[in-house]
């Protein structure tokens, strides 16, 4: 691990941050699990400042929580978390998306493509996320608003992590492609129309899935 964090550009503190959200985010550090800054720092072959740094970014993202007496813990997601994240990202995502269709250009348009392809194309639940999720945060990019952006910021692991657990594979690169449509028609109405049905559809999934897990 130390060795793939030396090879890139990102602070430190980003990189741990991605790698302990990936596992979060895969299930490979479960709710409760204590993170320990020292163990973290010598896994990373880093010093135990960016490591606390990039656990107080977890926290804000919503991913980790310092409990008395136990130090950061992985937090779990309650069904509230849910619905709260899904009231969030219905607000600004069908704003995002009416942005993106107001200023489509062929480039972006081909951009989004390019994503739903890889989508397609892949065969692991990973990659068509990565592509699914890329889509999304190309949308809010394609807005252009960067008060948007920065709201958003502090969402994207959970937004990740909520487009990451959906394996309605079929069903989202239909949506997706109805979306790309309409941003490529600059159809502003009919944009933020689909996004709204896409998030609805996706939060009551989310909450069947809660509801029924084991």
């Known amino acids: ?4 964090l030396g090879a890139r550009h990102a ?3 980003d990189q741990v941050r991605d790698e302990v959200r990936r596992r979060i985010v895969e299930g490979l550090a479960a709710p409760g699990e204590r993170l320990i800054e020292q163990d973290l720092a010598d896994e990373f072959g880093v010093s135990r400042i ?6 107080r ?6 991913f980790v929580e310092a409990v008395p007496r136990r130090g950061v813990v992985v937090r779990g997601l309650t069904r509230e978390d849910l619905q ?4 969030v990202r219905e607000a600004l995502e069908v704003l995002a998306f009416r942005l993106a269709a107001e200023r489509s250009k062929p480039s972006d348009v081909a951009v989004l493509r390019d994503h739903l392809d890889r989508a397609g194309r892949a065969g ?3 990659e068509i996320s990565a592509a699914n999720t890329a889509f999304h945060e190309a949308v809010v990019e394609m807005a252009g608003n960067p008060v948007l952006t920065s709201l958003l910021e502090p969402l994207t692991g959970r937004l990740r992590w909520l487009i990451s657990n959906s394996h309605e594979h079929e069903r989202q690169a239909q949506e997706h492609g109805a979306l790309l449509d309409a941003l490529a ?3 502003t109405e009919r944009a933020a129309a689909l996004a709204l049905a896409h998030i609805r559809v996706s939060r009551a999934h989310a909450l069947a899935a809660y509801d029924n897990r084991d």
Do not use: F, I, Q, S
């Open 50 to 55: 960016p490591v606390r740094e990039a656990l």
């Open 124 to 126: 692991e639940h990973e």
């Open 84 to 87: 709260h994240l899904y009231d």
């Open 11 to 13: 602070p430190l503190r």
């Open 185 to 187: 028609d600059r159809d």
């Open 57 to 62: 970014m977890l926290e804000t993202e919503g």
């Open 1 to 4: 691990m130390g060795g793939v």
